[in-house]
C-alpha cells in the first residue's frame, strides 16, 4: 500500500547505481552515492549549499556581549528575562533535534547535491547550538544557564512543545514509512518557517527598543540562516510533489492542512505564554495575528490554499526592515529575497 512501505536508507556505495544527473530524484533513485557534481540536476540546492557553507559562514564571538549581560542584570524586567530565557531554551532544544534529524533525511535523499546541502544545514544548526551556549555563558551566571538548559524538565508548557516538535521526527525513526518520511519533511519545514518565529520576533521587540541588541545580532545571523533551511524543505516538498505524486493523497494533503493549523495554534499559544501580554511593544493579539500571516505564507509556499482568507497583512512590518544584517535584507516575507547577504541573491 502507498505510503506504508518501508523507505531504506541508499548504501554507502552502490556499483550498480546511476550516473546520469537525468535520472537523480529527491527520494528512491537509483545512486552510486559518489558525489559527482560534474553535472548537477537540482542547481537550488547546489546554490544553497554553496551558500550555506562559505558565504553565510559567521562566528558566535564575533559578536561582544558584555553590554547585553550589563542590560540583563539592570534593565530588563522580570517578564522580559522570564521572556528571554524561556525563548532561549525552546530555541535549544529546536536545532537539538535539527541536528540530529538531518542525518536521518540525509540518509534517504539519493541525490548528491540536495544531500550536500542539508549537511551544510546540519554543520549550521550546530552553530546556533553553540551560539546559545555562548549567549548564556556571556550573559547568565552558570547556575542560570543550566537552568535554562533544562527548563523543559520543569515548565510543562516547554515540555509539551519540545514533545510536539520530536513527535513526527520520532515517528519516521519507529517507523520508516513513505508517509512518515513525507510528514516528518512537512514537520521540518514547519518547524524551520514557524516555530523559530514568534521568539525571533520577541527578541526583535527588545531590539527595537534598544535592550539586549547584541543578542539580536546573534539572532539576525540565526534568522538568515533559516532563511536558507526554510527554502531547501520549501524546494525538496515542491520537487518530490512533482516527482513522487503518489506520496500527496488525499488523506495526507488533508494531514498536511490540518497539522498547519494544529502548528500556528501551538506558536501563538506558546508566544503569548511566553509574553504574558507584558513586553512593550508586542501583545497577544499581535502574536496571534503575526502568526497566522506566516501560516497562510508557508503553507501557500508549498502549493496550497491559504488556512486564515481574513488575515492579509504583516502587522509586524517593522521586523522586514529590522532584521537587516549590515544594510543587507534577510527578506523571507517576501516570495523572493530581494538580498540576502554580502553579494550573493538567493533566488526561489
Known sequence: ????????????????????????????????????????????????????????FWIPEEIQMLEDKKQYETSLTDYEKRAYELVLSFLIALDSFQVDMLKDFGRMVTAPEVEMAITAQEF???????????????????????EVYNYWREDDRLLERNKVVAELY???????TEENFIKAVIGNYILESLYFYSGFAFFYTLGRQGK???????????????????????????????????????????WIREYFKYAVDQEIKWGQYVTQNQILGINDALIE??????????????????????????????IDEFRKINNTKTDFFQRKPQTYTKSSELRW
Open 289 to 318: 495575528r503575526y502568526i497566522k500571516y506566516l501560516g497562510n505564507l508557508r503553507i501557500t509556499q508549498i502549493g496550497f490554499e491559504p488556512l486564515y482568507p481574513e488575515v492579509t497583512d504583516n502587522p509586524m512590518k517593522w
Open 170 to 176: 520520532n515517528e519516521f525513526i519507529r517507523k520508516p
Open 212 to 254: 539586549m541588541t547584541n543578542t539580536v545580532q546573534q539572532i539576525k545571523y540565526i534568522n538568515r540562516d533559516e532563511l536558507t533551511h526554510v527554502t531547501l524543505f520549501r524546494n525538496m516538498i515542491l520537487t518530490l510533489k512533482k516527482e513522487n505524486p503518489e506520496l500527496f493523497t488525499p488523506e495526507v494533503v488533508n
Open 124 to 146: 549550521q544548526e550546530s552553530v546556533h547550538a553553540y551560539s546559545y551556549q555562548f549567549i548564556l555563558e556571556s550573559v547568565v551566571d552558570p547556575i542560570k544557564a543550566d
Open 1 to 56: 500500500m502507498i505510503g506504508e512501505r518501508i523507505m531504506t536508507r541508499k548504501l554507502i556505495f552502490n556499483p550498480e547505481g546511476d550516473r546520469e544527473a537525468s535520472k537523480r530524484k529527491i527520494v528512491m533513485g537509483n545512486p552510486t552515492n559518489i558525489l559527482e557534481l560534474n553535472e548537477i540536476k537540482y542547481g537550488w540546492a547546489f546554490e544553497l549549499y554553496k551558500t550555506m557553507g562559505f558565504t553565510n
